[in-house]
């Protein structure tokens, strides 16, 4: 037995053998390839031919992508430094990017517009991340106003004057608040209006001879490229969301009036293309306004915008709505909350976090709708892309300046797509 | 309650449009202190706004010559960009004050949307565009041929009519800007592209090989393109329409931006000394003090002066005077004499 022993000895191992790496087909980009790229003959071949597709595309457009010329001083410039060969002429880029951002803003104010977007993400920055600390939202209130004055400028007292008839429905709301919750709602909407009616404008008046404060006026027809965009965007996206819950809500009422109302609103709007809305704000409106007045043009379109986009999202949140179990509800009458507390506390926070995705789809789309305004005869990007080819030195360029206007439009919307899937990785609180 | 103070503001908003309704163009323009000129949304040499956003171009500079007879000031004007599509409802609801944007002049524009059309300003007219390697030499010879048409013009029409009258067929491929038309063009996309001539010459001049296209020489339409005013104001229509006399008869009469100035305090000629106000008193008669004449050509110079500055062969566009020459060089322009 111990020869035995002794003899297996010497060949069985006393230590254990090193972790050898996986073979080479198990593991790391071979492993992956195999599995996602080569799983099968089927799934190969659509590979391949993937590949050859995204080589054809980019053998056709990167020699003219790499072969650019960003300093030339027109296109007949551009096209004798390329000297035949295929090649992207950005240099209409370089001598026009100031007009394509800004349109005819004066450029000595360029630092207002600047300041304003920057601003506008600070503004922003305490209702995306609850992280913030809640005193920030009191900029977020004053944000429409300061925006405002720095982009068109005028008197200060003119934004401060209408900022003034929030303040006054406010105090009107807590003070009548005691006595009777109707009547204080009631209150607050006809305070400011009554005050913008009748006090406002002397107010403005009154303040502006005694201390002239303010930025120059910069008038509505010097705006435009991606500033206008941008305004008509957000404006249209911060006033449509508030705008879209209350119709959705008022759609779901149990008052027949308030209901008929919403449901009219809703589908007229739905029913009517964006462009006749458009159409209207920018010709049909001065038929019934007085002639003279100056109803600006980019307000009507933000109006119209906003009108358009507060429909679509009532439908979306009334989905959220309908999404919601019956008992969410009965749960929020058993705890004996009134209405607006059950919305406010129990309802709304579940149907939008539901709605998200839809809410952020509609926003998107509201957002490149913007470019739309170009029928209107608005200079937004593309409708300057139009003035920038009827100048004889840029005449003959066509897609460098699509491919910048896609890149601005792709950063703002790729931003909102990544911040909404944020925002529903962080509120996911089911299991599934 | 509500309901009444609705119709109360409604009444009041209707009394106080009555009220400026009455008001002139004229005393509008001269109150508001700015002329509001309907524009092109860009073209070539005609009007869009230049590096600095201000706006140039033969049609751009008849508004400021109109600025500078009104107003004294060639700058105190406003232009609205409008499309081929607002431009009547814009100019109808009082949007703009006139519309200088090659607009052709035709029965229905000027009878049934109740526009004035005023004159001439630019005599155009629709022409073909075609590779050099197509090898033709005709426009009699495009049947079959695939077009690239821009919709919702007059040339859409005019393309229609002409082939049905030469027992031809053809192949519309409809696009909407003269930008995709030129890249759909270049594209292979169509072999002929139709516009009006003026349009064309400045398209083939943007290409890169402007020697491998050809413009037949058959123009199959008139065109004549000039401001336009809203009906039923035949004072503002006076205004506009002798502002592009003057600048005519400017030409015509030798009087130039440079020598205007001169010839004002006085010359042998008394049709020139009507224009420019030292006689006649021309000016009052529609509203204006008497150097209205003087002052708009000073802004921009005479008819001709503007067309080379902006559209004549020393510029990229190139256009020659053609048609566009004064009727005593064999072109079609006459302005009515003054007095």
């Known amino acids: 037995m111990s020869d035995t022993h002794a003899q297996t000895v010497a060949y069985v191992r006393s230590t254990m053998i090193e972790a050898a790496d996986p073979p080479s087909s198990q593991t790391g980009a071979i492993k992956w390839m195999r599995e996602n790229l080569f799983s099968g003959w089927l799934n190969t071949v659509l590979t391949l031919m993937s590949l050859l597709i995204i080589w054809m595309a980019l053998a056709a457009v990167g020699p003219w992508l790499l072969n650019s010329v960003w300093t030339a001083g027109s296109l007949a410039e551009c ?55 809640r005193k920030l939202l009191i900029f977020t209130a004053l944000y429409p106003f300061v925006g405002y004055h720095l982009l068109w400028g005028g008197s200060v007292w003119f934004p401060v004057s209408a900022a003034l008839g929030f303040v006054a429905g406010f105090v009107a709301y807590k003070l009548l608040g005691k006595v009777n919750n109707l009547l204080a709602i009631f209150a607050a909407i006809l305070t400011p209006v009554l005050w913008w009616v009748f006090a406002a404008g002397a107010f403005d008046a009154a303040l502006s001879s005694v201390m002239p404060l303010g930025l120059e006026f910069v008038r509505s027809d010097r705006f435009g490229g991606f500033l206008i965009s941008l305004i008509i965007g957000v404006s249209g996206i911060s006033l449509s969301l508030p705008i879209g819950i209350l119709l959705a809500l008022g759609r779901q009422s149990d008052m027949i009036f308030l209901k008929t109302v919403c449901v009219v609103v809703i589908e007229f709007i739905r029913g009517v293309p964006l462009i006749t809305l458009l159409f209207t704000a920018s010709l049909l409106l001065n038929y019934f306004l007085p002639p003279g007045t100056a109803f600006d043009l980019i307000l009507r379109v933000i109006i119209m915008v906003t009108l358009f986009a507060s429909a679509y999202m009532a439908e979306v949140i009334r989905g959220g709505l309908a999404a919601l179990p019956k008992g ?48 209107i005869g608005l200079l937004d990007p593309i409708g300057l892309s139009n003035a920038i080819r009827a100048d004889t030195n840029w005449n003959g360029i066509y897609w460098e300046l699509f491919i910048f206007i896609g890149l601005l439009f792709f950063i703002f919307c790729f931003g909102m797509s990544r911040y909404s899937m944020y925002l529903e990785r962080k509120l996911k609180t089911d299991h599934r | 309650m509500k309901k009444t103070v609705f119709v109360g503001a409604f009444a009041a908003t209707a009394l106080v449009s009555g009220l400026a309704h009455a008001q002139s163009t004229l005393e509008q323009v001269q109150s508001r202190g700015e002329l509001i000129c309907g524009s092109n949304t860009g073209q070539a040499g005609f009007g869009a706004p230049d590096a600095n956003g201000v706006w140039q171009g033969f049609d751009v500079g008849f508004c400021r010559a109109l600025a500078a007879a009104v107003l004294g000031d060639s700058n105190a004007v406003s232009f609205v960009p409008l499309t081929s599509q ?20 035709t029965f229905v524009r000027d009878v049934d949307l109740s526009m004035t059309f005023v004159g001439t300003n630019y005599y155009d007219g629709q022409g073909f565009m075609v590779t050099r390697d197509l090898g033709v030499s005709s426009a009699l010879e495009l049947d079959g041929a695939t077009v690239c048409i821009e919709t919702g013009t007059t040339t859409e029409l005019n393309l229609a009519d002409y082939f049905r009258v030469n027992g031809m067929s053809y192949e519309p491929v409809p696009v909407d800007t003269a930008a995709e038309a030129q890249q759909q063009y270049l594209a292979g996309a169509c072999d002929v592209y139709t516009t009006d001539v003026s349009a064309l010459a400045s398209s083939r001049a943007s290409f890169a090989e402007p020697g491998d296209h050809v413009i037949l020489p058959e123009v199959v339409s008139k065109e004549p393109l000039g401001p336009v005013v809203r009906h039923g104001d035949d004072q503002w229509a006076d205004i506009v329409q002798w502002t592009l006399f003057a600048l005519i008869a400017a030409e015509e009469l030798g009087v130039t931006s440079a020598n205007v100035e ?46 080379a500055s902006t559209i004549g062969d020393q510029t990229p566009i190139g256009l020659a005077r053609g048609l566009n020459a004064q009727w005593t060089q064999g072109g079609l322009l006459y302005a009515p004499p003054f007095r």
């Open chain 2, 86 to 105: 607002t431009r009547f409802s814009a100019l109808n609801s009082g949007e703009v004050d006139v519309l200088a944007r090659n607009t052709t002049w």
């Open chain 1, 79 to 133: 096209r004798a430094v390329l000297d035949g060969t295929s090649g992207a002429c950005f240099s209409v880029i370089t001598d026009r990017w100031h007009q394509l951002l800004f349109g005819f803003y004066p450029p000595e104010f360029y630092w207002r517009p600047v300041l304003a977007l920057i601003l506008l993400f600070v503004a922003l920055a305490p209702v995306l991340f609850t992280a913030l600390p």
């Open chain 1, 328 to 375: 969410q509800y009965e749960a929020a009458d058993a705890l004996g909350l009134d209405y607006w507390k059950a919305q406010r506390l129990i309802i709304m926070p579940q149907a939008l976090k539901i709605s998200i995705p839809g809410i952020v789809n509609t926003f998107i789309g509201l957002f490149k709708d913007t470019t739309l305004v170009v029928f």
């Open chain 2, 262 to 307: 001169e010839l004002k305090a006085g010359s042998n000629n008394p049709e020139i000394n009507r224009l420019l106000g030292t006689e006649g008193g021309l000016g009052s008669m529609f509203g204006l003090d008497d150097d209205w004449a003087a002052r708009a050509i000073a802004a921009v110079g005479n008819y001709g002066e503007l067309f």
